[in-house]
């Protein structure tokens, strides 16, 4: 089968995040950028069933500025056949993405279509399903487990009442989750293969679709600080300190 | 403007999420209106008729939707959307696969896990994993959303919503439903926890992991956590992971044992109502971070504190 693994480059997610003095987003000049880390988890999990036999070809493809150059380098190093850089030097809003996806997907005609859950920069976590609602594909979101079986993959959820396991013909979308595998580490050798392997560059605008944000970001803010903490010399002074928190302590699970 | 807000459950009981949400969607609109999705929902029905605020409960109820998947609750509510003009659900991970597609049904932007609605049209949601927070106003008409429920108390009793089948039913897709493998155990789950106990790298073992955190956390009803680098070590499987690349959690009590509080770890986390740190370490970040810092050998006051609850 063929794979369309879609990635995203976002703020490396031991960058500790700052938000902009005057209000304006995320401080993301001089920041070390890397590839989200679900879609790491997607790349590897094609790259394996790439080894294994059961896909004949890899494509990635990122939607971002002409630095996501970058991200695709990395998902070619770790085995990637074929990236596609749509370039935007504006925000493209998760329904925008998942219209450039379907464009993409008419002429790439994948059999699957691989993504992480969610992109840690602004979690929005909507880009599967609705690429899965605009093609009218099955999808399995949260997947810990995927297995191919013929025209049809069983996928292990993680649910909200423990594990499903579902079956779903394809083509899919299937949304990957942090349990489905740990990506491995680039070798050197691999990135300079990866500097051979083909790179598309493809203009947003060119797609016919409307890339217009639908929702304003009035501004940006830091969390609301913390109160002041406390330090505590013993087990009982701490005991002490939560029990002054009514019903703290109760312990009755919702 | 009204809101169809869709219902949670675990096929026996009304989720305490739809409550959090129907609060949520009384600061949007009035006219609210609950969709559930299953089998023999007679009772959950009653429940969710009892939410403050709620007009009709909406039932799709038949055998086949027993096994409804997110993609056959979006169809569902795409296909008695026309009402509405709020579209509302918890952010766990029903919501997070059923609204999206519904969004783009819609041909609407959604607004993810909001945590503050400042009026019709603007919301504040989490970015960063809680490490920013953005305001989103929206100019569309139709709007779906959301809603981390933990930052909305849930709807009190005392409604008298109209219970309403649907029909004819749509006939459910693709995704087929093969097994469930249910978490048995009676600990609550990691996100919606009211006490959380988590565990670090310095408790040096899975054996030592065992042996501290799980008795603490069973003392207290509270779900298990643990940082990154403790499931790197095979502490404890994947799952229990708090972070950026794990699980948010905002509990009333989250107690760090033996957590240096490293950023990814903190980001997942740094929502709980009060932390507790339990660290031989006095300049760990998570010290600084805490409500409640002791620094002590965890190995010590970790039994003490569980012999003394």
Redesign the interface.
């Known amino acids: 089968m063929k794979i369309l693994v879609p990635v995203k480059r976002v ?1 490396d ?5 700052r ?1 902009r003095a005057d209000g304006s987003g ?1 401080e993301t000049g001089n920041v070390k950028m890397s590839m989200n ?2 879609d790491e988890i997607a790349v590897e999990e094609a790259v394996r069933m790439r080894e294994a036999g059961t896909c004949d070809e890899l494509v990635v493809v990122s939607i971002g500025p002409k630095q996501a150059e970058d991200t695709l380098r990395t998902a070619l190093a770790l085995g990637a056949d074929k990236a596609i850089l749509i370039e935007s030097d504006e925000r493209v ?3 925008a993405v ?1 219209k450039l996806l379907k464009e993409l997907a008419a002429r790439e005609a994948p059999d699957l279509v691989l993504l992480g ?2 992109a ?15 093609l009218d594909w ?5 997947a810990a487990k995927i297995e191919a079986k013929d025209d049809a993959l ?1 996928v ?14 394809l083509p899919a979308i299937v949304t990957v989750d ?2 489905l595998n740990q990506p491995r580490n680039v070798s050197l050798p691999s990135v300079i293969k990866a500097k051979q392997k083909p790179l598309e560059r493809l203009a947003a605008a060119d797609f016919g679709v409307d890339l217009a ?11 609301d600080p ?2 002041e ?11 002490a ?2 029990r002054s ?1 009514a019903g ?2 109760e ?4 | 403007m009204s809101v169809l807000v869709l219902g ?1 459950h ?1 096929g026996s009981a009304l ?2 999420a739809t409550a959090s949400v129907v609060a949520a969607a009384r600061k949007i609109g009035a006219d609210i209106d609950v969709l559930l999705v299953g089998h023999n929902l007679t009772s959950i029905a009653s429940e969710a008729a009892q939410l403050a605020g709620a007009r009709k409960v909406l039932l799709a109820e038949s055998a086949d939707l027993a096994e409804a ?3 056959d609750i ?1 169809d569902i509510m795409f296909a008695i959307a026309d009402p509405y003009s709020t579209f509302l659900s918890a952010a ?3 919501g ?10 819609l ?7 909001i945590t503050a609605i400042l009026g019709p049209d ?1 919301f504040e ?16 008409i139709r709007n779906v959303i959301t809603v981390r429920t933990t930052s909305f108390e849930a709807a009190a009793k005392g409604g008298e919503a109209v219970i309403e089948h649907l029909s004819p039913l749509p006939s459910t ?11 048995e155990s009676d ?2 789950k990691l996100d ?4 959380v106990v988590s565990g670090g790298v310095s408790l040096g073992s899975a054996a030592e992991f065992e042996r501290l955190v799980y008795p603490l956390a069973d ?4 779900a298990v956590g643990a940082s990154r680098a403790a499931v790197d070590e095979g502490f404890v ?3 229990c ?1 708090v972070g ?3 699980k948010v959690v905002a509990p ?2 989250y107690i760090a044992c033996g957590i240096s509080g490293a ?2 770890h903190v980001a997942g986390m ?1 929502g709980a109502k ?3 740190a ?1 660290n031989s370490d006095p300049e760990a970040p998570i ?10 050998d965890l190995f010590e ?1 970790v039994p ?2 569980t012999e ?2």
């Open positions: 703020v997610h031991k960058v500790n995040v938000v995320v880390p679900f809003e998760p329904l998942a859950k969610q840690i920069d602004d979690d929005a976590a909507q880009t599967g399903p609705m690429l899965s609602a605009l099955p999808i399995s979101s949260f069983e292990i959820e993680e649910a909200d009442n423990g594990r499903e396991v579902v079956t779903l013909p942090l349990q944000p639908r929702l304003e970001i009035l501004a940006t803010r830091a969390p913390r109160p903490g406390k330090r505590v010399g013993s087990v009982d002074e701490l005991l300190a939560l928190h703290l302590l312990g009755e699970a919702r | 949670h675990n989720s305490p998947r997110a993609t979006s766990n991970a029903l997070k696969s059923a609204m999206p597609r519904l969004a783009a049904k041909d609407v932007q959604q607004i993810t896990e603007t949601r989490p970015i960063y994993a809680g490490n920013a927070i953005e305001t989103v106003k929206t100019g569309q897709g693709a995704v087929k439903l093969l097994r469930t493998e249910r978490d600990r609550p919606e926890a009211r006490i003392k207290l009803s509270a499987p994947n799952e992971q950026q690349t794990g009333e009590l950023i990814q740094r009060v932390i507790v339990i010290v600084k971070l805490a409500d409640y810092a002791l620094v002590a006051a003490e504190l003394k609850l």
